[in-house]
């Protein structure tokens, strides 16, 4: 908005939509990323490092 272009809203980016997808995340990925956890198979990475860090955590997972 701060470019003065027309703001619009797109039609999957809603409350419905929103709730959708977490009750997809609970039901499917939650129950997937538990059972990793448990076989100690599970390698979590934060994504929100720079994109050099992630790349070499991700490596890093690979090797064990």
């Known amino acids: 908005d701060a470019c003065g272009g027309e703001t619009y809203q797109r039609a999957d980016d809603s409350e419905a939509t929103m709730k959708n997808r977490l009750s997809v995340y609970e039901a499917q990925t939650k129950p997937l990323i538990d059972y990793y956890q448990k076989s100690g198979l599970y390698k979590q990475i934060d994504g929100s490092q720079a994109m050099d ?12």
């Open 53 to 64: 860090t992630v790349y070499a955590d991700v490596v890093a997972s690979l090797r064990v």
